[in-house]
């Protein structure tokens, strides 16, 4: 039966990663609950695994914002089923010299990507450990161990997320929660990052980067690998990149 | 005569590392200017300054408000001199267990130790690029390299000002601004860890500890090492911990 | 078929970590090949996994010696099959205080643990650069990124073979070769450790471990893994450690 | 007087760094006692050193020999007094393809850079322990921590030396010797980097290269800063590059 391992709840979980994410996890059995800003957007998604026999729900979330967390993990929690695997995904990249990061730009980069982390991975938490078990997955970048040049305010959020992430293994991992940091040092294989290469070269970047860019489902894989692991042995942190990339 | 080096701007200045501090960088030649939430309890040191015939100069400051930060700035600039150094020292250790960790203490730790060392880089950034010289000095904890347990807010907060001093160092090097990040790895021999200590204990700690503590003016020579370096040979992090330190 | 994704080579593979490593490879598809000291120790493995209708084979090495390494793939090139796969997995723990650490035994660390490693990676790297593809895969401990008090010996081997990956992925990635070092930060569930903990305790550890160790079995399921992933997305290094764990 | 803080014995001691640091220290009251391959290429520094009213000598020794590396400290303190700083600068920069590294040459790289360190590092504490004070300073790289391409070989030899002075700090420091590791992220100005570049380029560096090498001054500073601090704030690792260096 679809889901009988129980909720994976993934938050951020947009077209690329998130969507890697949620039909990897529905296949391995979870019932996949998918939260961004506006649920429509899922929609095709749930719809494309709810027709392969999975189990998958949409939910609209601003995982900025307490309330809105907390109410969105009862409600999945009550009508759905228990969370037993929790992936945050969300941050948004930016490159600007420092003096044209205005301070809004650098609140907003630590809110999505770091603060919401937080919420999300504290509320999911409440719930695993009064189970005693459960598996929360962080998606990092290069930014998360390097402040790069012009990358004040996102690399600032990612090292953030990365403490929160290290902060929550050691305290939770005696509880039987395994926490997960994964360091995509990377681009990924996203329409949106082929949009971008198109609007700037002309070129169909599909074309020309065979392997260039990490796939979302190389991405998902990690994350089912780390979920599976059994407690005498598990993984913190690991990283991906393309073979052909410099480092 | 006083202060003929420019001035050093020490923002989130109390009474330990930012008093010792002052009092390097005032011996050293430079007029200090302190700046803290509250100006009036920086008046002994000040008082203690001039009367050695140092320029001291005492400000309220409240670092994680924009135009606050942005008037402190000018008005230095404006009424006191070039500011060649900043040393941006604000933080508050805080340890908790994640379910205890509030979102308002999460916030405020990052407001306070990150947020703020932003607004202070970046509004120091803007002075001395225009003079195409500065040192630009952060303080650092074992927070900032690994987010322990019981630590999510805190160690989120001391990454995200490692990544912002780094991302720093990486833009503004070439362009002579010298940004270092201080790493303490370790108690730091002040008034409060000894009444936290006394209370606890009912012991004097300062009996006790000899050199278990790092002691300000020690933090302070290490600053004082790091802006006299010349520019073909720059530290950006060093760590500091007492001989007797575990690590 | 057995063993038709090819051969993989398991260097310094004793009872523990090389033998689960040979089990995993074996069910997966590659023609097994086991290397230690004394290939009569490895017999029971071989018919182990030949009576299991598996490819394997067992060797002699002194992994130290140059021509012995480059007569061992030779050999097994030219007799068994291209070796897609190698691991290296030998060295030895040592915990000494600095005057009592001779240079022998500092020089016995190194050549077991670094130097042997950098030999069989340069040896496999010849085979399977001629091929375009191969994955080398790398033991690591704690010892591997954190020189502790007594350890000078075994985490200055350590370290250095941790270099020595790194340089090969950097080199070899582009060139289809993925180099995986794995980051053990954990006891592993070993006779050997349940032989030293009885001798100490009296108590079969067996029965008090649950989980406290990490299975050799969960150790080749993280090889299995890094092994299986598309070039788009490879791990060059992820920790392990188990869930109770104090890092 | 002359060398009245006693001995600073400085291995590998060259004409770049070795001098420099010789310079430095002889200036700051130390009997200098400066030993490479072979001592009369240190003679125009020591007439230079003693001319200027400071003492100094010069040694020939081949720190990879152990007996040799005995006799020389053993000689040292006999005749000239307690040695209370020891430098380790040998090391030798290295960078090759993979297949193209010789056994040979990794040896040879680990032996200068790494294995010799240990015996000086291992000979100094010796003597430090029975007088319960020392300071002890290693000279890093990059290559310390980073295996990049090409340098399978150095980076190892440097990984491994860090992990020796890492080792020695935890188990040192709580016996009042402080270990010093300066990883320098840079090209140093000495002559042979000038001979190097003029041999490619046909340019005289010195002119072109204002500050994008890190002076050999500038290096001994460093170490002197730490050899200064009070044990309550020791500095074990700290980094050095040029100020227009990218990383």
């Known amino acids: 039966m679809a889901g009988d391992r129980g909720v994976a709840m993934l938050v951020g979980a947009g077209d690329a990663i998130g969507a890697a994410v949620a039909r990897r996890f529905a296949k391995g059995g979870?019932?996949?609950?998918?939260?961004?800003?506006?649920?429509?957007?899922?929609?095709g998604l749930v719809d494309?695994?709810?027709?392969?026999?999975?189990?998958?729900?949409?939910?609209?979330?601003?995982?900025?914002?307490?309330?809105?967390?907390?109410?969105?993990?009862?409600r999945v929690e009550e009508t759905i089923g228990p969370i037993e695997v929790?992936?945050?995904?969300?941050?948004?990249?930016?490159?600007?010299?420092l003096l044209e990061t205005t301070e809004k730009l650098f609140f907003k980069a630590w809110e999505l990507a770091c603060y919401a982390?937080?919420?999300?991975?504290?509320?999911?938490t409440r719930y695993m450990l009064k189970r005693g078990r459960g598996t929360m997955l962080f998606t990092g970048a290069t930014a998360s161990v390097r402040g790069g040049k012009g990358f004040a305010a996102f690399s600032s959020a990612k090292f953030g997320l990365r403490a929160v992430a290290q902060a929550m293994a050691r305290?939770?991992?005696?509880?039987?929660?395994?926490?997960?940091?994964?360091?995509?040092?990377?681009?990924?294989?996203?329409?949106?990052?082929?949009?971008?290469?198109?609007?700037?070269?002309?070129?169909?970047?599909?074309?020309i980067t065979a392997d260039s860019l990490t796939k979302t489902a190389s991405i998902a894989e990690a994350y089912w690998f780390a979920c599976n692991q059994s407690r005498d042995g598990w993984t913190h942190e690991l990283d991906l990149r393309p073979s052909v990339e410099k480092w």
């Open 30 to 43: 979870f019932t996949v609950c998918v939260a961004r800003r506006d649920a429509a957007k899922s929609q």
């Open 117 to 124: 982390g937080f919420l999300v991975g504290r509320e999911a």
């Open 171 to 207: 305290e939770l991992g005696p509880k039987n929660i395994h926490v997960v940091h994964l360091l995509i040092d990377a681009g990924v294989d996203s329409e949106a990052i082929h949009m971008r290469m198109k609007a700037a070269t002309g070129i169909d970047a599909r074309e």
């Open 86 to 97: 929790c992936l945050f995904n969300a941050g948004s990249n930016v490159n600007k010299p």
């Open 48 to 74: 494309e695994l709810t027709a392969a026999g999975f189990a998958a729900h949409a939910f609209s979330v601003d995982a900025r914002q307490e309330a809105e967390v907390q109410a969105l993990f009862a």
